[in-house]
């Protein structure tokens, strides 16, 4: 069996991937970038393989390089897994939460701070955001918050809501541009998102020009594209283009001005409801029932919100 990479070599190999950026890499990590370059020539001279090529003044992946990288990272989240859970193992009133990343980032997590206040004494909260389903039966999950056609009849589970798109953008990219007509936002750059393979996409800027706009559009390639909503949000926040949001991800941010939507009632709906899910098990803890009472709340104040603006 061929000997594994020196680890700290790994470490700096994940960080620079994830920052495309070796002087960013250096910040982060508390180094020169000197030691960073060091470092990645090192896993390279091991691994007999190229990982990144120079693009500009970024560094991006080779194919070898992606695939690698996304195994490294996966590795490293099972290891900062295990030592998360080694530290909530000794605490007794702990709450384990699976989510998707962008539903955790931009919906969960910023609800759950009002709930976790209110507990005493105090709850621990767990959680985790990962793209794959939970075996319940293996794996140390209370609830999971997860996007779904169907959900397996072993465990129950409650609609939560069906999210819809509008088109979402940060007020100074409108400063220069006319924006009057939903075809106009052609005209700006556009930010897509794509879950595929694992889900069924959110709708296309085609589908939206398609049922708004009213004459056919030639829709330029968009700026970016993301494989996760949070990221696309990201983009957006920092006015480089804009976007099908998801309602419930940018509801805060639009009453705070922080983002504007051009035609904020041109929605269109997610092919799928997001759901919550759980094993009856689960109430055997007296705040797990707090916490599913706390998100059937959520889940109406969602359904007013739409309701609203429908």
Not at 38 to 46: A, I, K
Not at 213 to 218: G, S, W
Not at 263 to 275: G, I, K, Q, R, T
Not at 279 to 296: E, G, T, W, Y
Request: charged fraction near 20%.
């Amino acid at each position: 069996m061929a000997d594994l990479p020196p680890l700290r070599a790994l470490q700096i190999f994940e960080t620079v991937g994830h920052s495309q950026n070796i002087q960013d890499a250096a910040r982060r990590l508390g180094i020169s970038a000197g030691a960073v370059s060091q470092q990645l020539q090192l896993l390279e001279q091991h691994l007999k393989a190229a990982l990144f090529f120079k693009e500009g003044r970024r560094l991006q992946l080779t194919a070898a390089g992606i695939d690698f990288h996304q195994r490294t990272t996966e590795a490293f989240e099972l290891l900062r897994d295990a030592q998360t859970q080694l530290m909530l193992d000794q605490q007794q009133r702990t709450l384990h939460l699976s989510a998707l990343p962008s539903f955790l980032n931009d919906w969960l997590v910023p609800r759950l701070r009002s709930w976790q206040a209110e507990q005493d004494p105090a709850i621990s909260l767990h959680l985790h955001g990962s793209h794959h389903e939970p075996d319940y039966a293996n794996e140390r999950i209370d609830f999971r918050f997860t996007y779904a056609q169907s959900v397996p009849q072993s465990l129950h589970w409650v609609a939560l809501f069906t999210d819809e798109v509008l088109p979402v953008c940060h007020p100074d990219l409108l400063q220069n541009q006319l924006v009057r007509q939903p075809k106009d936002l052609a005209q700006l750059p556009l930010i897509n998102v794509d879950w595929q393979p694992r889900f069924s996409s959110p709708p296309t800027w085609a589908e939206w020009f398609k049922h708004y706009a009213t004459e056919q559009l030639e829709i330029p390639a968009a700026t970016q594209s993301f494989s996760l909503s949070h990221q696309a949000l990201d983009a957006v926040r920092q006015g480089i283009g804009i976007m099908l949001a998801q309602r419930s991800y940018i509801e805060q941010d639009l009453q705070a001005g922080l983002l504007c939507a051009p035609f904020s009632h041109a929605s269109l709906p997610l092919a799928w409801p997001y759901v919550m899910t759980w094993q009856p098990s689960v109430f055997n803890k007296p705040h797990a029932r707090d916490f599913h009472r706390f998100i059937l709340q959520q889940k109406a104040a969602v359904e007013y919100v739409y309701k609203t603006n429908g």
